[in-house]
């Protein structure tokens, strides 16, 4: 038999499998059981109708692009459509310094592969997105993490370890953050923190890499456009990467993302880009245009924003009326997460396989931790679930934590 180990590079020995996906293929195989592991959009929320339309035009023939290879940084009707967006997000950035990407995924990393040497430190909040870890890890890069606040990144906590590397000589080269709506946290931090995050920055001559997938989906808790106001926003000396997407809003199916930077790093993450898949794919982002252009996203969004809060509301109420004095939640103001706090000694990682015996999923905490923290908390996503399937999925993981409690991991007590 072929020693297989031998061939791979020493970046392949390390990867690992992610926490979400693991959980996707748990789904695949099991009968009847509520998930709340994957942030996946409601699926008939999808604009089904405008879609057919438009790719029927779109694959009449007429016009042989369509079907063609195109430029890397993605088609410049839509780069310019971007352009507008980010302007109404109050960032104003010309569509020659947009790039399209084959989601955001993707985005994470041509980002690491371009800014980071084995060995070099990034800076990442506890809890992080689990994609970005991988991206930056399978690189060799070193995650160093920053602690959160109520009210987001810890200022104190980030200064003394960006100080602490710094004197240990370390190779710092950025901050990967998800100022809205945070996966997993669902937390929203504030302007001023944000603007404290770029002069922080710019005192130690650092990059931003702002991850923005969640921004259009805030609740009516959010009273002013200002509480999502990018960081690229008041970026005056070119230190934010800025990265968002399509999958939440209109559909992930697409993989359609983007990001914008300044020229010297995107003329770098093309070259990237060409090498790993020339350019995202030409009917896609044709579709994803013509929504843009129809004004259907825009008119859609409002409806999302309501679909998603009822979910979070559902889940809320579920977890006071079978959880409450047991567990500890903040109710996220936008996005697809809830993030849930047990109380100890009770760990995720024991939960998980009983609640899967129960009949619900989730990501364990752990997964979004990069100093071996997060045992004592869970993410729950309500994107997805039909609300009743919310409710019966959080009754079960109720009666799961208390089989647990009292040592009963038999019994599968599904309701």
């Not at 930056?136 to 987001?152: D, M, Y």
């Not at 995050?197 to 456009?225: G, K, N």
């Not at 647990?404 to 038999?410: C, K, M, P, Q």
Request: a neutral charge.
């Amino acid at each position: 038999m072929i020693d297989y180990g031998k061939f791979l590079s020493a970046n392949a020995g390390t990867m690992r499998e992610s926490a979400i996906r693991q959980m996707g293929s748990v789904l695949a195989r099991a009968t009847d059981v509520v998930s709340f592991a994957p942030g996946y959009p409601a699926e008939d929320e999808f604009p089904w109708l405008v879609c057919r339309e438009v790719a029927a035009e779109l694959l009449g023939g007429s016009d042989g692009s369509v079907l063609q290879y195109g430029p890397t940084r993605g088609y410049q009707p839509l780069r310019e459509v971007l352009a507008t967006l980010m302007s109404d997000r109050d960032v104003r950035v010309p569509a020659d310094r947009i790039m399209v990407t084959s989601g955001s995924q993707q985005g994470l990393d041509l980002v690491a592969r371009v800014l980071l040497d084995p060995g070099d430190v990034v800076l990442v909040e506890l809890p992080s997105y689990t994609g970005a870890i991988t991206a930056f890890r399978n690189v060799g890069a070193s995650l160093v993490g920053v602690r959160q606040s109520a009210q987001g990144i810890d200022l104190d906590h980030l200064g003394y370890v960006c100080s602490r590397l710094q004197a240990e000589g370390r190779q710092l080269k950025f901050l990967y953050v998800v100022p809205n709506f945070q996966n997993p946290s669902g937390s929203l931090l504030p302007l001023a923190r944000r603007r404290d995050l770029l002069d922080w920055a710019h005192r130690h001559d650092l990059l931003i890499v702002e991850d923005d997938p969640y921004r259009d989906l805030f609740f009516s808790d959010v009273t002013q456009v200002e509480d999502t106001r990018p960081i690229a926003a008041d970026d005056d000396d070119g230190r934010v990467v800025y990265l968002s997407s399509f999958s939440k809003t209109l559909a992930p199916g697409f993989r359609v993302a983007w990001f914008a930077g300044p020229e010297p790093l995107l003329s770098k993450l093309e070259f990237a880009k060409q090498a790993a898949d020339l350019c995202t794919g030409g009917l896609d982002q044709r579709i994803v245009h013509a929504a843009c252009r129809r004004g259907v996203l825009a008119a859609h969004l409002p409806h999302l924003r309501a679909h998603y809060q009822r979910k979070r509301d559902v889940m809320s109420e579920a977890l006071r009326r079978t959880l409450a004095g047991q567990v500890e939640w903040a109710a996220p103001r936008g996005g697809f997460f809830l993030w849930l706090s047990l109380r100890e000694p009770l760990r995720s990682d024991v939960l998980l396989p009983v609640a899967r015996a129960h009949g619900v999923i989730f990501v364990v905490g752990s997964a979004f931790f990069v100093n071996g923290e997060g045992h004592s908390h869970l993410r729950l996503s309500f994107s997805a679930p039909a609300p009743e399937r919310i409710t019966i999925g959080v009754e079960r993981l109720a009666a799961a934590i208390a089989a647990v409690a009292i040592g009963d991991h038999v019994g599968s007590g599904r309701s």
